[in-house]
């Protein structure tokens, strides 16, 4: 990976430091406009080897897929506290009506041995 940076900023690199000879400075830039340009002047260049999907997918394929499998993760986190939570609120909510209905309970059985 490294060495593909070094080669994509190696045109920029050219016109970074000023040369002092004009001549060598004109061939390091017909080299650089070379490489960019299609090797026949005269005929459209070819498409390159592939679809623009397949480029695409090798490019950027695996960081897709990081983003997708990480917002599915992170999903699947806030769901499972999500749920958690609500299972928590019906507990406390049960717990409250069972110990209502208990205090009920033996009020009615003080009222009845009354």
């Not at 830039?29 to 070379?34: P, V």
């Not at 026949?40 to 390159?48: A, K, L, V």
């Not at 983003?67 to 609120?89: H, P």
Request: proline share 6%.
């Amino acid at each position: 990976m490294l060495s593909r940076t070094a080669r994509h900023l190696a045109p920029l690199r050219t016109f970074a430091a000023p040369r002092s000879n004009p001549a060598i400075r004109t061939q390091q830039l017909q080299r650089t406009w070379a490489r960019f340009s299609s090797s026949q002047q005269g005929q459209p260049s070819s498409p390159p080897e592939g679809s623009i999907n397949k480029q695409f997918y090798k490019t950027f394929g695996r960081p897709i897929a990081k983003v997708f499998l990480i917002a599915i993760f992170t999903y699947q986190v806030a769901y499972y506290f999500w749920v958690r939570l609500e299972q928590d609120e019906i507990k406390s909510e049960m717990r409250a009506t069972i110990a209502d209905l208990e205090a009920r309970i033996e009020q009615l059985e003080k009222a009845r041995k009354n």
